[in-house]
Nanobody, 125 residues
Framework: QVQLAESGGGLVQAGGSLRLSCAASGRTFSNYVMGWFRQAAGKEREFVAAISRSADIPYYADSLKGRFTISRDNAKNTVYLQMNSLKPEDTAVYYC??????????????????WGQGTQVTVSS
């Protein structure tokens, strides 16, 4: 079992930046694929970014490439999402997910077995 906890959200002005963190329990963090998803009010959960295990290969939603960066620090059992040039449409609850085995595409939310509670990101205009 894995427990995840997101942090780093808040209220920012358009054009600003935030760095989200997702801390995972356990000593086998490096063996898990980690992903970031977001869910705006009244909408479905949307893929943001993911990072593979071992090789640490990043994957991004096409619309977010260049603004968001995912990374992981296995020594700290933490995955990060650096968000730059934020826009009001980025407003959402951001969730991190984890899965031990890659059995689908990284953007497929049901593939992930574990989820955090989410952290609210609000971007004002």
């Amino acid at each position: 079992q894995v427990q995840l906890a997101e942090s780093g959200g808040g209220l920012v002005q358009a054009g600003g930046s935030l760095r989200l963190s997702c801390a995972a329990s356990g000593r086998t963090f490096s063996n898990y694929v980690m992903g970031w998803f977001r869910q705006a009010a009244g909408k479905e959960r949307e893929f943001v970014a993911a990072i593979s295990r071992s090789a640490d290969i990043p994957y991004y939603a096409d619309s977010l490439k260049g603004r968001f960066t995912i990374s992981r620090d296995n020594a700290k059992n933490t995955v990060y999402l650096q968000m730059n040039s934020l826009k009001p449409e980025d407003t959402a609850v951001y969730y991190c997910g984890a899965v031990r085995y890659h059995r689908s595409t990284y953007s497929y939310a049901p593939m992930y077995d574990y989820w955090g509670q989410g952290t609210q990101v609000t971007v004002s205009s």
